[in-house]
């Protein structure tokens, strides 16, 4: 078996735990006698995630969960990577910089470092730095010579040849001037839009309520915005995503929606709000929790412009018929292999870096 065989190998076992796993923890009448060392390992994980990090709750993990080991499979992950010449990979330490927005959120640059036989030297982000290590974990386990390909580190990052750094807009002028004599991928601040022409059925405006719910919105993938044509009938957008009420009794959500609408009232913005979503119209992308921006349009000729003009501050559009390249409605946080964030191929930076 070659290296590589070996190293995927690894991840689609790994995708196999991830499944099972989910299976385990979905069934009501699971209990602790019945699960293996690792189930109880991960479960233990998740619990000590959520502590660190209230807005981990386990529900947005399983999700994560779910998705990866639907997609670590040997057939996804040989289909995905047959489109590359691996073997031009001249070995270098890559230094992954992690964000900590959602569950797991740096496991893509992760897998495909390793997978493109490099070194990784990990950065976590002190807001995931509990999931990924249990992950790593497992692979030495059932891939011992991993063991000197990932190395995590709390200091000052050394001895790296390339570097992978995903932060924000004030992060990323760090990030520059400390690692950009190295090749590099420097992610900034990137959210997502729904373009909605008044024409959409109520499941597909339900679905939306998923690209603009699923881990409270603070995703690079979660829908901050909305692009509406003039006089658009919000009450049919608000009655079509009530059933996401619930997420108002998470206690972080419901303390965020209530200072950012103390904020908004004693400024006198005007406000759309169904009690547990506000909707405020502004030209800006990135909207706090639980709050989405919206904003009116003429032409949707003229949108589409505006939409590529404006592609570096998007990572994903919503939208049925509206521009190349967008995503169902419901459908953000269901990322192929092959959807690099920024839709930057990281694969084949790594092979050429």
């Avoid at 293996?36 to 660190?52: C, P, S, V």
């Avoid at 990323?172 to 400390?178: A, L, P």
């Avoid at 909605?196 to 979660?222: H, K, M, P, V, W």
């Amino acid at each position: 078996m070659t290296e590589l065989e070996l190293r995927l190998e690894a991840f689609v076992k790994l995708g196999g735990l991830f499944r099972e796993f989910c299976e385990f923890s979905n069934k009501s009448d699971h209990n602790q006698e019945s699960a293996n060392e690792w189930f109880i390992q991960f479960d233990e994980t998740i619990t000590l995630a959520g502590h660190k990090n209230g807005w981990f709750i386990k529900d947005n993990i399983l999700f994560c969960l779910e998705k990866w080991g639907a997609l670590l499979t040997e057939e996804n992950l040989v289909k995905w990577l047959s489109h590359y010449d691996i073997d031009q990979n001249k070995p270098k330490t890559v230094a992954l910089i992690m964000a900590g927005n959602i569950p797991l959120v740096g496991f893509h640059d992760f897998m495909v470092t390793i997978l493109t036989g490099n070194k990784a030297l990990i950065k976590l982000s002190s807001n995931d730095n509990v999931l990924l290590p249990f992950v790593i974990k497992y692979l030495i386990d059932i891939a011992p010579t991993l063991e000197n390909k990932i190395t995590i580190t709390e200091g000052q990052m050394k001895g790296f040849d390339v570097v992978v750094a995903t932060g924000s807009d004030n992060t990323s002028r760090y990030f520059e001037h400390y690692f950009g004599n190295k090749p590099n991928i420097i992610r900034r601040n990137r959210n997502s839009v729904a373009v909605l022409t008044g024409n959409e059925t109520t499941a597909q405006l339900n679905a939306l309520g998923e690209d603009i719910f699923r881990y409270y919105g603070l995703g690079c993938r979660s829908v901050s915005k909305l692009f509406v044509p003039k006089n658009y009938n919000f009450n049919v957008f608000f009655e079509a995503i009530f059933s996401f009420n619930p997420i108002i009794n998470q206690v972080k959500y419901s303390n965020n929606y209530d200072y950012n609408k103390a904020v908004y009232l004693m400024s006198e913005f005007k406000l759309l709000d169904n009690g547990f979503l506000m909707l405020k119209e502004d030209e800006s992308y990135s909207s706090p929790i639980a709050t989405v921006f919206y904003e009116t349009y003429d032409s949707l000729n003229d949108l589409e412009l505006k939409l590529k003009k404006e592609k570096e501050k998007i990572q994903c559009v919503v939208g049925k018929g509206i521009i190349d390249g967008e995503i169902a409605f419901g459908e953000t946080q269901n990322p192929n292999l092959s959807d690099y964030a920024d839709g930057i191929d990281t694969v084949e930076f790594l092979i050429n870096a």
